[in-house]
C-alpha cells in the first residue's frame, strides 16, 4: 500500500527509513509544496516559497483551498537552492499542473540563475505557442556543458495533468511524464550549474527578471535529489 500517496509503498519505505504514513518523508525529497493555501514546504527543510499574487482554489478533486490558480502575474518564488548547484546531480520535480490559457509561453515551473546572471541554465516545463506543445528542458550553456530536452504532444486546456521531469544521471537521461505516461527522453552526457551564485526556483513562474508566468493551476509539488521511477511517477 501507499496511505501517504508518495509514489513509495510501505515496503519501500520501511527499507528507505522513511514516514509511510508521511508525504513529507519520502527518499530524496528535498521540498515539498502541497500548496493548501500557502507555499509551505513540508519536506522538514525549510524552504519556504514566497507567494506572489496567487490565490487559493479548489484541487483536482474538487477540494477547496488546496491548490493555487495563477493569471500570468503570479508566482511562487523559493530562494537560492545551493543543494542544485552541483555537477551532475540527479533531480526530479513532479507537479500537478491545469492550463485555462495557451495565450503565451508560459512556465509552471523553472530553476535556475537570474536573467541578469546567466540565461543559458536551468531546468524547466513550460509551453511554447509556436508548436502548441510542452516542453521538458534541462540547459547550461557554461562553458562545456550539456543540455536536453523533450517535447510532448499537444494537450487540452482545463484539464488536469500530473506532470514528471527527470534527470537520471545512471542512464544519462531527462525523462519527461505527463499521468504516468513516459512521453519521451534524451540524452544527457554531463552538467554543471556549480558556478552559479544564485538558483532560485519559481513555481508558476519563469526566472528572476523573465515574465513568461502561468495561466491556470498548481498543486502537490515536490522536488528530488535523485531519479524517481517510472511506477513512483504512475
Not at 508525504?23 to 525529497?29: D, F, P, Q, R, V
Not at 474538487?62 to 493569471?71: L, N
Amino acid at each position: 500500500g501507499d496511505p501517504d500517496h508518495d509514489g513509495r509503498t510501505n515496503a519501500e519505505e520501511y527499507a528507505d527509513g522513511t514516514d509511510p504514513t508521511d508525504a513529507g518523508s519520502t527518499l530524496g525529497l528535498v521540498a515539498y509544496y502541497p500548496l493548501d493555501a500557502d507555499a509551505v514546504d513540508h519536506s522538514g527543510n525549510n524552504r519556504d516559497g514566497q507567494v506572489t499574487g496567487c490565490t487559493a482554489t479548489e484541487d483536482r478533486r474538487g477540494v477547496a483551498s488546496t491548490a493555487f490558480s495563477f493569471d500570468g502575474n503570479d508566482f511562487i518564488d523559493v530562494a537560492d537552492n545551493a543543494f542544485a548547484r552541483v555537477a551532475d546531480l540527479p533531480l526530479s520535480v513532479s507537479m500537478w499542473v491545469l492550463y485555462s490559457s495557451t495565450t503565451s509561453s508560459p512556465n509552471a515551473f523553472n530553476m535556475g540563475p537570474p536573467s541578469s546572471e546567466q540565461n543559458g541554465a536551468g531546468m524547466n516545463i513550460h509551453y511554447s505557442t509556436g508548436p502548441g506543445k510542452l516542453y521538458g528542458f534541462l540547459y547550461c550553456n557554461d562553458g562545456d556543458d550539456g543540455s536536453a530536452s523533450v517535447v510532448a504532444d499537444q494537450f487540452s486546456t482545463g484539464v488536469w495533468m500530473h506532470l514528471a521531469l527527470v534527470i537520471d544521471m545512471d542512464t544519462h537521461t531527462l525523462r519527461f511524464y505527463r499521468d504516468g505516461d513516459l512521453l519521451g527522453t534524451d540524452t544527457l552526457i554531463s552538467y554543471d550549474f556549480a558556478n552559479f551564485t544564485d538558483f532560485n526556483f519559481r513555481i508558476g513562474g519563469s526566472r528572476v527578471g523573465w515574465s513568461d508566468h502561468h495561466r491556470g493551476k498548481i498543486d502537490d509539488v515536490r522536488f528530488y535529489t535523485r531519479a524517481i521511477s517510472a511506477d513512483e511517477i504512475a
